[in-house]
């Protein structure tokens, strides 16, 4: 068994690289994988870990340094032999999950809110109608 840490520098964050990564680990059946956001020194990295029989490390890596999901801007990629522990790929895609549900429900939450200060705006304008009609109806009356 191999492993290796993979340390991608960059505009790495919010442009589904984690799960970019995962796909293809997933594909080349790793057993091991981890992968998380992190900021250095205001730069934005993204550590991702790997274990598995070497050739499907080796293939992963050269993958990971040859290929970016269109919205990245990778500025190096940083591969280093690793002797820690890596959770099981079914640990992580479990725990990615409901981090990013809460994600989707954090962006509900804020959608709602702009919806209700939208409907308050739409409110205010209905009132303004309102009282531009009356004025237009006394107009009328005087034209009458």
Do not use: C, W
Request: charged residues 30%; without cysteine; glycine residues 4%.
């Amino acid at each position: 068994m191999k492993a290796k840490k993979i340390i991608i520098k960059g505009r790495v964050h919010d442009v589904g690289y984690r799960l970019f990564l995962l796909t293809e680990a997933e594909s080349l059946f790793i057993e091991n994988f981890d992968a998380r956001n992190i900021v250095v020194d205001a730069e934005q990295h993204l550590v991702v870990q790997v274990r598995g029989p070497e050739e499907k490390i080796n293939r992963f890596v050269e993958f990971a340094r040859s290929n970016y999901p269109p919205d990245a801007s990778v500025l190096a990629v940083e591969v280093e032999d690793y002797t820690e522990e890596v959770r099981s790929i079914e640990s992580f895609r479990q725990s990615f999950m409901v981090l990013q549900m809460a994600k989707l429900a954090q962006t509900g939450v804020g959608m709602l809110k702009k919806q209700d200060s939208m409907l308050g705006k739409q409110d205010v304008m209905i009132e303004k109608q309102d009282v531009m009609i009356e004025k237009q109806d006394v107009m009328i009356e005087k034209q009458d």
